[in-house]
């Protein structure tokens, strides 16, 4: 069980230890890579595309996966080549894979490069296959629809079940997965509160609860239609901005902790869950923070 209480923190507040999922480098993206690998196999592809940022998570379980398959991959990488090529953390990696990639400089030209790589692949016989960004897939968000049963047989096994989950936002499917899978294990009261890392609440909230709707109808779940909470209160300014207070948390976090937080995602969605909770008087006693991972983007800070 990948589950933590923090003592040095308060004697209640639990964490879900998804920056322990022991494939492709752990983490939520790990999670949904292993998911997503089984629909790429069944369909006998050959080489991968993909697209994220220099410090993607998601690019690099796909990377290491498809180092591990002999398989091509190509990145479709938004943000600064010169940055990507001095850093550390997840850009060193993917840059060791062997992946072929690609750098766009608007958001809105990584469809079509994704797709000239597609058709790149096809030309050479190699059965490509395309993925989201973020692993935004039915397969990535079924991963979480499944780990509530392990949540649900800690819950059990302790007497205790969480009346919030807090977790770091970003493409939405992580959270979908989740409120998908409180509904199918029979989780009635519980509250999955999102801290969005780069969108704004009104577009975030509309990802989520789409997304958790296809789940629930493609999985026959009976959706509960819970409530859909992102907030965008900690954005601190955008994706991969911080403060000094933000900064101060996620340095320290090993020493105060036991485990890594990074200014990018999990570090934002903590900061923000003890405002949150301290703000709206919520006894720690009810919490469970979903730890996302993001090592390798603590390393390369």
Excluded at 25 to 49: H, P, T, W, Y
């Amino acid at each position: 069980m990948m589950f933590k209480k923090v003592d040095s923190l308060t004697n209640n507040l639990r964490i879900f230890r998804d920056d322990l999922y022991p494939f492709l480098g752990g983490g939520n993206k790990g999670r949904k890579m292993e998911a997503i690998a089984k629909d790429i196999f069944s369909k006998k592809a050959k080489a991968l595309v993909t697209t994220g940022g220099i410090q993607s998570n998601h690019c690099r379980a796909v990377s290491v996966f498809a180092a591990e398959n002999k398989m091509d991959c190509t990145l479709v990488l938004h943000g600064s080549k010169e940055e990507f090529g001095k850093q550390s953390g997840n850009a060193k990696i993917m840059r060791l894979s062997g992946a072929d990639i690609v750098f766009v400089d608007e958001a809105s030209q990584i469809g079509s490069m994704m797709d000239i790589a597609m058709e790149q692949y096809k030309e050479k016989k190699s059965k490509p296959y395309y993925i989201w960004g973020g692993g935004h897939t039915l397969e990535g968000g079924l991963s979480y629809i499944k780990v509530v049963k392990e949540l649900k047989q800690y819950c059990e096994k302790n007497n205790w079940f969480p009346k919030y989950i807090f977790h770091a936002s970003g493409t939405g499917s992580t959270q979908s997965g989740l409120l998908a899978g409180l509904d199918k294990y029979g989780f009635n009261t519980t509250k999955v509160v999102g801290i969005s890392v780069a969108r704004n609440s009104n577009q975030a909230t509309e990802i989520v609860s789409k997304f958790y709707e296809k789940l629930c109808q493609n999985y026959n779940i009976n959706c509960t239609n819970k409530e859909i909470i992102v907030l965008d209160n900690y954005l601190m300014g955008g994706y991969e901005k911080y403060n000094s207070e933000l900064k101060k948390l996620c340095i320290n976090s090993i020493k105060d902790y036991g485990f890594t937080l990074d200014t990018c995602y999990t570090g934002k969605a903590f900061y923000g869950m003890l405002d949150y909770i301290k703000k709206n008087n919520i006894n720690d006693n009810d919490i469970l923070f979903w730890h996302t991972g993001g090592i390798f983007n603590f390393l390369a800070e």
